[in-house]
Structure formats: C-alpha cells, structure tokens
C-alpha cells in the first residue's frame, strides 16, 4: 500500500514540536545587553568623553521593567514547543513594541540625566541601545520568513517605527549628540545624500544596460561564457580601495592628455573614478542574474510559443522576458544594495556622498558623526532591499496565479 501522507515541507514544519532557538538566543543577548551594558552615555559637550549609564539609571526601574517584559514574552514563547502562528505573531508583536520603547526610552534618560544648566551637554546612545536594537532586526528577520510574511508587510511596519523615531528625534531629543550633528550639518548632509543617491543611480542604472547587453552577448557566443563570468569574478576580488588607485593614475593621463575628456570633467579623483568601480563591481551580479534568468525560461514554455506562430522576437520580448523578470530584478536589488554601500568609499577619493561624515567622525574620534552617515546608508540599503524584495515577490506570484 503506498503512503500518501507527504511529511511536512517548509521552515515551520521543520521546527515543529521545538523550541525556536534562535529566538530564544537573540532574546537571551537583548535581556544580558539591557541589564548588564550601558544604555546611554552623557558628556558635558562635544569634546569630552561621555559617562556611561546603566539602564535602571537612565530609565529608573518601572523603565527597564517596561522594556524587559516583551523581551519575557518572546523568551517564553520560543521555548514553548509550538510552532502556531499565534505564537510567531505575539513573538512579533513583542518585538515591534521593543522597538516603539526604544526611542520613548531615549527621551526619559535626556530628561532624566542631562543638567539643564549646561546648554552644551549631549546624549549618546549606549552598547546596550544597539546591541538591542541589531538584536530586534534579527528578529524580525526570523519571525517574517517563519510565518513567510510579503517584504512589503515588514517594510512598512518598519516604517511606521522609523516615523515614531522621527517624531521623537524633532520634538523631544534635541539633546541626543546624534541630533545635535546633524543640526549643525544639515545643509551639507541634504548636499551629502544627494550626492550620494545621484552616484548609486547612475552606477546601477549603467551597469543595468551593460550588463544585459553582456548577457545577451555571452548567451549568443557560448564560447566566451567561461572567460566572461572568470573576468567578472577577477574584478570583483580587488579591494574597492586598489580599484581607485589603479584607476587614478590612467583617468588623470586622460585628464592631462585628451582636452574633451578634461572638458567633461573626468579626473584622476572625484566622481570618475568612483562611477567607474562601481559598475565595475555592479557588473558580476546584474550579467549572472540576467543570464541565469534568461536561461531558467522553460523550453515547452518557449515551444508553446513557437506553436501559436511568435515570431522568435515575439518569444523573446512577449515570453522569456517576463518570465525572466523576478530574477533579473533580483539581479538588480543584490547590485543596487552593493552600490549604496560601496559609494560610502568613494569619499575616500573625493567623490563626495555619506562616507564623507564617517571618514570625518573617525579621524576626529566623533562615533555620533560616523552614525550620522553610517545610519542613513542602512535605511536606504534596507528600504531598497525591502522594495526591489517586495516587487519581486509581487512578480512570482503574479507569475504563479497566471
């Protein structure tokens, strides 16, 4: 007789009758990182090092308690041997109501630990804020792919939290040092993310054209796949900061030599070199995505085509493409959230964009204008991998229902 009960498929039916223990660790490290690390730090002004401060101290014990509790409940929910939905979403209630504290938090211990009568003293957060906060994304990572959450549903939940922040960060934390770097940089910041957006959309947006046009190139000479994909790999391997040095020196012969191209502004620093390393880094992943994707395309789905009489331009635009579409934006996103993070080097070679702010605040030893840089870079990287994620998702799964 043959057995029909097919065992369970999927992450959740794996974890089934046991503990989440990933849960359960991060958990356990936010609780050790709340009651044993400092939560915030207070320095009289900008050049003194700050004084740390436990979290009953800053946030006095009701405090602490407040933020311990949804830590219990996620703590106690991963251990019990349950894998229900109910449990995974109270666990991610838990979590998001962390996060909602977390600021609330930030503005007691301003109230509670700065003197008002000293105008120049400042707040930091504290080992603990972001060992808790690191943690707390973590989470939400986990519990979105165990109840195989859409990214869009995160990402706006994540919004709604980053507006909380925002709220709390105009209206009551004019104190935190964060703020306050931002306040006495704002005009050079806006210029700083324009510049740096305006870098990450060219580079992509080249290294899209390009690398189709490669793909398409290697997928109509077979022979050149192989020393294609290894030139591609070769590039990849270089440090981005050898990649500027090694194209300095030709860019500024260029510059010296050919009047057009001094014209157009290319040099040896600045915008040309770093455009340049990052197509040449954007190029691996947009041709192999495009290429995979292009050749994951059915066969019968193909000669079905042929057989309604599509002309092979017909097969390409009107069949393989949009089939191939979920992967080559995959493509894109994996390129696009490369892109944000490596033109932070770029300020290195007078490129301009946020990694202006983090090279500035390490060489002055100011960790508040290294997070003044360092943080939007993230939010961009993770609102483009959450959206590009999102439309991708949305593309299979109109895929799969047609």
């Known amino acids: 007789m043959p057995f029909t009960d097919a065992p369970p498929t999927g992450v959740q039916a794996w974890i089934k009758g046991r503990p989440n223990g990933v849960m359960m660790v991060l958990a356990i490290v936010m609780?050790?990182?709340?009651?044993?690390?400092?939560?915030?730090?207070?320095?009289?002004?900008?050049?003194?090092?700050?004084?740390?401060?436990?979290?009953?101290?800053?946030?006095?014990?009701?405090?602490?308690?407040?933020?311990?509790?949804?830590?219990?409940?996620?703590?106690l929910l991963a251990w019990a041997p349950t894998s229900s939905r109910l449990n995974l979403l109270l666990q991610l209630g838990a979590i998001i109501l962390l996060l909602i504290l977390m600021p609330v938090g930030l503005v007691v211990a301003s109230h509670t630990l700065i003197d008002p009568q000293l105008p120049q003293a400042r707040l930091s957060a504290g080992a603990a804020f972001w060992v808790v906060l690191f943690c707390a994304m973590l989470a939400l990572v986990e519990l979105r792919l165990r109840l195989a959450l859409p990214r869009l549903w995160i990402a706006l939940v994540m919004l709604g939290v980053?507006?909380?922040?925002?709220?709390?960060?105009?209206?009551?934390?004019?104190?935190?040092?964060?703020?306050?770097?931002?306040?006495?940089?704002?005009?050079?910041?806006?210029?700083?993310?324009?510049?740096?957006?305006?870098?990450?959309?060219?580079?992509?947006?080249?290294?899209?054209?390009?690398?189709?046009?490669?793909?398409?190139?290697?997928?109509?000479?077979?022979?050149?796949?192989?020393?294609?994909?290894?030139?591609?790999?070769?590039?990849q391997t270089i440090p981005s900061l050898a990649l500027f040095g090694l194209l300095l020196a030709p860019l500024a012969w260029i510059s010296a030599n050919v009047p057009f191209a001094a014209n157009l502004g290319i040099q040896g620093i600045g915008y040309t070199p770093a455009l340049l390393a990052l197509v040449i880094y954007s190029l691996l992943p947009m041709v192999r995505n495009t290429f995979v994707a292009l050749e994951a395309v059915s066969p019968d789905v193909l000669d079905a085509a042929t057989g309604m009489g599509m002309y092979p331009s017909q097969r390409f635009w009107?069949?393989?493409?949009?089939?191939?579409?979920?992967?080559?934006?995959?493509?894109?996103?994996?390129?696009?959230?490369?892109?944000?993070?490596?033109?932070?080097?770029?300020?290195?070679?007078?490129?301009?964009?946020?990694?202006?702010?983090?090279?500035?605040?390490?060489?002055?030893?100011?960790?508040?204008?290294?997070?003044?840089?360092?943080?939007?870079?993230?939010?961009?990287?993770?609102?483009?991998?959450s959206g590009l994620g999102a439309l991708g998702e949305a593309l299979r799964q109109g895929a799969s229902d047609d």
């Open 31 to 75: 609780l050790a990182a709340l009651w044993g690390l400092d939560s915030v730090s207070v320095a009289a002004n900008r050049i003194v090092a700050g004084s740390g401060h436990a979290s009953w101290e800053a946030f006095g014990w009701v405090g602490v308690a407040l933020a311990s509790l949804p830590l219990l409940l996620v703590l």
């Open 162 to 235: 980053a507006l909380l922040w925002w709220l709390c960060a105009s209206l009551w934390l004019d104190r935190l040092a964060l703020v306050q770097e931002f306040q006495a940089r704002e005009a050079a910041f806006w210029d700083a993310l324009r510049e740096h957006l305006a870098m990450v959309s060219i580079a992509v947006g080249v290294s899209i054209v390009l690398g189709i046009i490669l793909a398409l190139l290697i997928r109509r000479y077979r022979g050149s796949q192989r020393a294609a994909f290894a030139l591609l790999n070769f590039f």
């Open 318 to 385: 009107q069949v393989r493409v949009p089939l191939a579409l979920p992967i080559l934006l995959e493509g894109i996103r994996i390129t696009a959230v490369q892109a944000i993070g490596l033109t932070a080097v770029a300020a290195l070679i007078g490129a301009g964009g946020l990694g202006a702010f983090i090279f500035q605040g390490l060489g002055q030893a100011a960790m508040d204008m290294v997070l003044l840089g360092a943080l939007p870079i993230l939010l961009i990287a993770l609102i483009v991998d």
